[in-house]
């Protein structure tokens, strides 16, 4: 068997226990949108849509670092470095999916592809 470990803020599973929580020592951002509200999607091939959000969860951020790949007793370097990415970030889920780059549908949508509108 094979011990895991998790980041209790957005359950991302780790294999080693100094990564969860290193995951954990990042801060839950505030979020600038909430359920219900209508925001804007800028779209690949149909231009700015407007879709209205249905929920939202906290994730493992996109500007991704693996961090079970970084010995962090060794780098402890990495610290400092990593205080520049956004380990947690909001994702909002819509009805709808949405075409946002060329290759690849979302659902699920960051909040720095948002902008807020003014209700439908
Ligand atoms: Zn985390």
Same mark, same amino acid.
């Given at each position: 068997?094979?011990?895991?470990? %998790?980041?209790?803020?957005? =359950?991302?599973?780790?294999? $080693?226990?100094? *990564?969860? @929580?290193?995951?954990?020592?990042?801060?839950?951002?505030?979020?600038?949108?909430?359920?219900?509200?209508?925001?804007?999607? %800028?779209?690949?091939?149909? =231009?700015?849509?407007?879709? $209205?959000?249905? *929920?939202? @969860?906290?994730?493992?951020?996109?500007?991704?670092?693996?961090?079970?790949?970084?010995?962090?007793?060794?780098?402890?370097?990495?610290?400092?470095?990593?205080?520049?990415?956004?380990?947690?970030?909001?994702?909002?889920?819509?009805?709808?999916?949405?075409?946002?780059?060329?290759?690849?549908?979302?659902?699920?949508?960051?909040?720095?592809?948002?902008?807020?509108?003014?209700?439908?």
């Amino acid at each position: 068997m094979k011990l895991h470990y %998790q980041c209790e803020i957005c =359950g991302t599973i780790y294999e $080693r226990e100094d *990564s969860a @929580k290193f995951c954990e020592s990042f801060p839950t951002p505030t979020p600038k949108f909430q359920v219900g509200e209508v925001v804007a999607i %800028q779209l690949r091939y149909d =231009g700015v849509v407007q879709d $209205r959000i249905l *929920s939202m @969860k906290l994730v493992y951020g996109h500007n991704y670092i693996n961090l079970d790949h970084v010995d962090l007793e060794r780098y402890p370097n990495f610290k400092g470095i990593a205080e520049n990415y956004r380990i947690h970030e909001w994702a909002y889920q819509f009805a709808n999916y949405h075409q946002i780059t060329k290759d690849r549908a979302y659902d699920s949508i960051f909040e720095s592809s948002l902008e807020k509108v003014e209700a439908i």
